[in-house]
């Protein structure tokens, strides 16, 4: 393990009640993509995928060690936890959107829209009702880097929901050019979406039946890098993988700090014991920080 003097910098003042490790530690290198942290609460091990070598690392709590969880593994991206605390997973080799079942089994949650066969699925949420909610890039079929070089079946790159009880796979947005990194608000009213080509991210409101509407920009980023994963605190700020650095957003928007990091960051996650440690997926590293403030509460957890 490697101690890296923290950076972090504050733009607004509402920032300042949140503390923690002077520094950030990198828990294992030797990725070449790494992507897709999930905190696993029942085996206190964290999984993250690491894409072009095809395989999900697997990081002991306990005891440190690093070790495999998966290879081959399909090409996965993004991962998370459904209500029953199974590995739900978004394979960019096979396009589809996978749920690991407690025998280690799996159960297909998406592969097509209309007959098409998804672009490359890229990251994952679960809602509390059970729908699942996923966007779909083509950075798995452009090359056979992140998965197989293949021809796009669907005009477009959407985002999509999954219905937990029909199995309905549906469109809830069109309008993206690369959807990438999504986040629920706390009271899963809104969903943030980031669009990496178009270097912002928007907020969409959620309905009753599980639509979206409006989708204005929360907000945007002209420095290196663009948007990637996301993931809430218990105070319903916003912190996302922004290339070399993890940005924090208020609610409303504005930009009140960031972690700077060695390399480019694609994504986060809150785990722990106490849902305050924070680990990020950059590049060729696994690192970890522990803050003041908790993740929003997971929603395998919700009642």
């Given at each position: 393990m490697d101690l890296?003097?923290?950076?972090?910098?504050?733009?607004?003042?509402?920032?300042?009640?949140?503390?923690?490790?002077?520094?950030?530690?990198?828990?294992?290198?030797?990725?070449?993509?790494?992507?897709?942290?999930?905190?696993?609460?029942?085996g206190?091990?964290?999984?993250?995928?690491?894409?072009?070598n095809d395989r999900m690392l697997r990081w002991d709590e306990m005891t440190g060690r690093v070790g495999p969880f998966r290879r081959p593994a399909g090409y996965v991206n993004g991962n998370t936890l459904d209500r029953e605390g199974r590995l739900v997973s978004c394979e960019h080799g096979a396009r589809r959107v996978t749920r690991t079942e407690h025998d280690g089994s799996l159960t297909v949650l998406a592969d097509?829209?209309?007959?098409?066969?998804?672009?490359?699925?890229?990251?994952?949420?679960?809602?509390?009702d059970g729908s699942v909610w996923f966007t779909d890039p083509p950075y798995?079929?452009?090359?056979?880097?992140?998965?197989?070089?293949?021809?796009?079946?669907?005009?477009?790159c959407h985002v999509y929901r999954v219905d937990p009880r029909t199995g309905e796979v549906s469109v809830v947005a069109d309008d993206f050019a690369r959807p990438n990194g999504l986040a629920f608000s706390l009271d899963e009213r809104l969903l943030y979406?980031?669009?990496?080509?178009?270097?912002h991210v928007r907020v969409f409101e959620v309905t009753d039946g599980g639509a979206l509407t409006?989708?204005?920009?929360?907000?945007?980023?002209?420095?290196?890098?663009?948007?990637?994963?996301?993931?809430?605190?218990?105070?319903?700020?916003?912190?996302?993988?922004?290339?070399?650095?993890?940005?924090?957003?208020?609610?409303?928007?504005t930009l009140l700090g960031r972690l700077l990091l060695p390399e480019s960051a694609s994504n986060l996650v809150f785990g722990g014991p106490k849902h305050n440690r924070v680990f990020i997926t950059a590049t060729t590293s696994l690192y970890s920080i522990m803050l003041s403030v908790r993740g929003a509460e997971p929603v395998w957890a919700r009642r």
């Open positions: 890296i003097p923290l950076e972090f910098e504050a733009f607004d003042r509402r920032i300042a009640g949140v503390s923690g490790d002077r520094n950030v530690e990198r828990l294992h290198r030797g990725t070449r993509w790494a992507e897709g942290p999930v905190y696993v609460p029942a206190r091990y964290l999984v993250w995928s690491d894409i072009p097509r829209w209309r007959g098409k066969r998804l672009n490359s699925p890229n990251d994952v949420v679960v809602r509390s798995g079929i452009l090359s056979d880097y992140e998965g197989h070089r293949a021809e796009q079946e669907i005009d477009g979406v980031a669009d990496t080509e178009r270097r409006g989708g204005e920009v929360f907000a945007e980023h002209e420095g290196e890098g663009s948007y990637d994963g996301m993931r809430l605190d218990e105070t319903g700020r916003v912190w996302a993988a922004v290339g070399p650095a993890i940005h924090a957003y208020h609610p409303d928007g």
